[in-house]
């Protein structure tokens, strides 16, 4: 059953359109994640999920029911803001209990309500606090126990950890995922922390321009970009990116990334109709940093090596990022600690070729070529 | 800082200065305990109420309520209208929004006295020449600096605030008296005290709109009772003068309390 689905969701202000017809299914219980760089329009989409802006076309339903010209508090969300939003006046107990005292909800059943969510959240000793007297990740846990207190279908969050130092940042990431599992919710979250939206994620999706670049599982969407916007957005470091050519020769069909001072990197590609069809043109090479070793790839044939001089190494504690440069870019390999490599060596590196992305050079979309079993190449 | 511990001759110079600052509320508080008061400024001969009595009852007491009716229901009305008009104007993108406020700055630069007569034959001519009158008029007046004050108090409750709790089911008039007025508290005290004092001061309007000597608020009366008798009762004026200045100092401790308030920051980060 769905739990929230949009259909050619569009947003103008005035003359500009900000998004650009979105189409999304939401599963019931799923967390998504909209992610994407600032001006995207992540967060202009959850708040037209949530009813704090207009829908200019298009349809947005929730458990069924198109909410488009429905209030938002009709439908069945409740919003964890930026910001916390938290009522400086109130108590904790008077802020979690805001929305139900509103609806004229009995006192007692507010009282066993928010006490509930309070001891969920480790906040029943600061019920009588005011929001002053709290540090920053308790009162995002306040505005987390005020949404949870509504029992909403669909829980929103808008970037809630953004204001959060690093490590205070990953211990409240672990609490949100906990929550997930623990109410089995419905939840969007919107971020431009893609390691948030790894780590919380059952589906991310990435959005770039107000248009939706790609909607799927974490690991699709790291080990699959559907475009080099995606490979360059997703993990960190990015995914390399360098421009190529496909050739075939007696040796097979292969890429050739050139270099300004050393002989063009030759690597075999796999022989399907994807690739062979582009021989001779140029495409774009994608590669992840972490799938790279130090050392020859040795009789394994489904294994690459390109011999390259490292120009440039970072250290940074638990990983050895070596540099080399491509005629089309920088290259980043990302190393262990104990990686005999500096800078200057004239060094090979080597990889799986499974592990290879190629991309249109055009439009920078995916060029598949990995055969799924039981297809023909 | 002057260091008067190092210069003793600034210490005389500046308790001169004081002491030039406080002699007309010395000679007010001399006289005013003094039954038997002659208008010097001297410690006094007898020492009595009297003079704060008589302030107090017949006429004089009636002028003190009258005072008190005109700036109690002057401030009501301008922090009301003033909090009605100020949120609209703080929350919604109106075309010419900017350049109305901008004449609200011009209204208020502009002197009363300018417009008094309109407003005499206006409230003449709707049978408003009474206290009520006066504090419509007063609330008018007012009303360009109290919107402009309160729309920038506005401005500082950050509208996530009021998009929680719309979320959470709040309907507008919900979102105004239990989130943005709880957090203007300040300004709107701001806005109450000000029309407060600025009625209580306030001498030209009731004196042209007030025909009935016993609608008179303090301040006509006060100046009334100069040519009223043939000698000057200098002991009553004196009571009669300090009773009238007491709400200002009282206003201006309750706006210190007050005013220390500033909440807006502290639900919402950054």
């Given at each position: 059953m769905t739990g929230v689905s949009l259909r050619g969701v569009r947003k103008s202000y005035g003359a500009v359109e900000v998004i650009h017809g979105i189409d999304l299914e939401i599963e019931r219980g799923d967390f998504v994640v909209f992610v994407g760089p600032s001006g995207c329009g992540k967060s202009t989409l959850l708040r037209m999920i949530a009813g704090l802006e207009n829908i200019t076309s298009g349809s947005i339903d929730i458990s069924g029911k198109t909410v488009n010209d429905v209030p938002s508090p009709d439908r069945g969300i409740s919003m964890v803001f930026q910001s916390y939003a938290l009522y400086p006046h109130m108590t904790v107990a008077d802020n979690m209990g805001f929305g139900l005292k509103v609806r004229r909800t009995p006192v007692q059943r507010i009282r066993e309500t928010v006490g509930a969510a309070a001891k969920a959240l480790q906040l029943d000793t600061y019920l009588e606090r005011f929001p002053k007297a709290l540090s920053g990740g308790q009162r995002q846990r306040v505005a987390i126990g005020r949404a949870i207190v509504r029992e909403p279908e669909v829980f929103l969050f808008d970037e809630p950890l953004s204001n959060l130092d690093a490590s205070l940042r990953n211990q409240t990431r672990i609490e949100i995922a906990r929550l997930h599992r623990s109410l089995d919710?419905?939840?969007?979250?919107?971020?431009?922390?893609?390691?948030?939206?790894?780590?919380?994620?059952?589906?991310?999706?990435v959005l770039r321009d107000g248009v939706l670049q790609q909607f799927d599982t974490p690991e699709q969407v790291y080990n699959s970009p559907t475009n080099t916007f995606v490979a360059g957005f997703m993990g960190a470091p990015p995914m390399n990116l360098i421009d190529g050519r496909v050739g075939i020769d007696s040796s097979g069909l292969h890429l050739m990334l050139e270099r300004s001072d050393a002989?063009?990197?030759?690597?075999?590609?796999?022989?399907?109709?994807?690739?062979?069809?582009?021989?001779?043109?140029?495409?774009?090479?994608?590669?992840?940093?972490?799938v790279l070793g130090h050392g020859r790839a040795g009789d394994d044939p489904a294994r690459a090596e390109m011999s390259c001089q490292i120009n440039y190494v970072e250290v940074t504690g638990a990983d050895r990022i070596a540099v080399t440069e491509f005629t089309g870019g920088q290259f980043f390999a990302r190393l262990p600690a104990g990686s005999q490599v500096n800078e200057g060596d004239e060094t090979v590196l080597s990889f799986d070729l499974q592990h290879i992305n190629l991309f249109d050079w055009e439009t920078g979309l995916r060029i598949e070529t990995r055969i799924p079993a039981g297809t023909a190449p | 800082m002057t260091d008067t511990r190092k210069s003793p001759a600034a210490a005389m110079l500046l308790a001169m200065i004081a002491l030039i600052w406080i002699s007309p509320f010395s000679w007010l508080a001399v006289n005013a305990v003094d039954p038997g008061a002659d208008g010097m400024l001297r410690w006094p001969q007898?020492?009595?109420?009297d003079n704060f009595a008589a302030a107090m009852s017949g006429e004089a007491g009636g002028q003190f309520l009258n005072s008190l009716y005109l700036s109690i229901l002057t401030s009501t009305m301008t922090a009301v209208l003033a909090v009605l008009a100020a949120y609209p104007l703080s929350r919604l993108r109106i075309k010419g929004r900017d350049a109305f406020l901008w004449s609200l700055v011009l209204l208020r630069m502009l002197p009363a006295?300018?417009?008094?007569?309109?407003?005499?034959?206006?409230a003449q001519t709707t049978?408003?020449?009474?206290?009520?009158?006066?504090?419509?008029?007063?609330?008018?007046?007012?009303?360009?600096?109290?919107?402009?004050?309160?729309?920038?108090?506005?401005?500082?409750?950050?509208?996530?605030?009021?998009?929680?709790?719309?979320?959470e089911g709040a309907s507008l008039f919900q979102i105004m008296w239990r989130i943005v007025l709880p957090m203007s508290r300040a300004g709107?005290?701001?806005?109450?005290?000000?029309?407060?004092?600025?009625?209580?001061?306030?001498?030209?309007?009731?004196?042209i709109f007030v025909r009935r000597n016993g609608d008179f608020p303090m301040s006509v009366g006060l100046f009334a009772s100069f040519g009223e008798h043939s000698s000057v009762n200098y002991g009553f004026l004196a009571a009669y003068s300090l009773i009238y200045a007491l709400p200002a100092v009282a206003i201006y401790f309750?706006?210190?309390?007050?005013?220390?308030?500033?909440?807006?920051?502290?639900g919402v980060k950054g």
């Open positions: 919710a419905t939840m969007i979250y919107v971020t431009h922390d893609q390691i948030e939206a790894l780590t919380l994620a059952t589906k991310i999706a002989d063009p990197v030759r690597l075999p590609l796999p022989d399907v109709a994807a690739t062979r069809q582009r021989d001779g043109q140029r495409v774009v090479f994608g590669l992840r940093p972490e | 007898t020492v009595g109420f006295t300018g417009v008094i007569v309109p407003i005499f034959f206006t049978g408003m020449l009474n206290l009520f009158g006066v504090a419509i008029a007063i609330t008018m007046l007012n009303l360009p600096f109290t919107m402009l004050l309160l729309k920038n108090f506005f401005d500082t409750v950050p509208v996530e605030l009021e998009e929680a709790a719309y979320t709107i005290a701001v806005v109450w005290f000000f029309s407060f004092i600025t009625a209580w001061n306030e001498f030209l309007l009731p004196l309750m706006m210190r309390r007050n005013l220390n308030t500033g909440f807006a920051g502290v």
